[in-house]
């Protein structure tokens, strides 16, 4: 089993929809979650951070954590075709201090396209 | 402040052939980790390099070496090439230790093995 398992989609959807994305991984020491975002020919972007278990807002993002469940989400409201992009869950078992024990495993990503 | 840059942006060699990857860090970085990207396996964690010392190593065989230079700017290199290393190289920059999270990533270089 993966330790991170996330659907690549592709998932279309119109603009302005409610848009929801998940993740689920196997390894309970994951306590750091991270949602990144990929433009065509970019690198990624981190776009939520959150720790434990619980949601956090920014702007039309929130981001959850059920750690019970071993699943998280991130919800985009008002969906907008510049948010078509591939979007990466991430997370760790411990917080990047730069030592030599930090590991971020990410899912392969899901493919959104919003359409106008 | 200018972001990560990452060259060349695009490679096509042949098996059996080596490259190396060059990435710059956001000034004042000083860390810097290296990811492969693929369709089947996702984003994989390559090497962390530190005040160029390795300070962290993921599961890729040893023919992935890096190194950081003086002014954190680091190298990746790929030796004895094969069809199944084809992939997007991405480098990231971090503080150390950091002020935030994040770590900041380039555009990543192309590589496509023939």
């Known amino acids: 089993q993966k330790e991170v398992e996330q659907d690549p989609g592709p998932l279309s959807v119109p603009e302005g929809a409610i848009v929801s994305l998940n993740c689920t991984y196997s390894?309970?020491?994951?306590?750091?979650f991270m949602w990144y975002r990929q433009y065509s020919r970019k690198g990624p972007e981190l776009l939520m951070y959150?720790?434990?278990?619980g949601n956090k807002e920014d702007g039309r993002f929130t981001a959850q954590v059920d750690k019970s469940s071993k699943y998280i989400s991130l919800f985009i409201r008002d969906s907008q075709p510049s948010d078509s992009a591939t979007y990466l869950c991430?997370?760790?078992?411990?917080?990047?201090?730069?030592?030599?024990?930090?590991?971020?495993?990410f899912g392969k990503g899901t493919l959104l396209t919003v359409n106008p | 402040k200018a972001g990560v840059t990452q060259t060349p942006r695009y490679l096509i060699k042949t098996r059996g052939q080596q490259v190396t990857l060059s990435c710059s860090p956001i000034?004042?970085?000083?860390?810097v980790s290296w990811y492969q990207q693929t369709p089947g396996q996702g984003l994989q964690f390559l090497f962390e390099?530190?005040?160029?010392?390795?300070?962290n190593k993921g599961n890729f065989p040893g023919r992935f070496s890096g190194r950081q230079f003086s002014n954190s700017r680091s190298e990746m290199n790929v030796s004895t090439l094969e069809l199944g290393d084809s992939a997007l190289y991405l480098c990231?920059?971090?503080?150390?230790?950091?002020?935030?999270?994040?770590?900041?990533f380039g555009p990543g270089t192309r590589l496509t093995v023939t």
């Open positions: 991430a997370m760790s078992a411990t917080q990047y201090s730069g030592g030599s024990n930090y590991k971020l495993t």
């Open positions: 959150t720790y434990s278990s």
């Open positions: 990231a920059s971090s503080d150390d230790p950091p002020t935030d999270y994040e770590q900041y």
């Open positions: 390894n309970s020491a994951f306590q750091y």
């Open positions: 000034s004042g970085h000083r860390s």
């Open positions: 390099y530190f005040s160029e010392t390795q300070r």
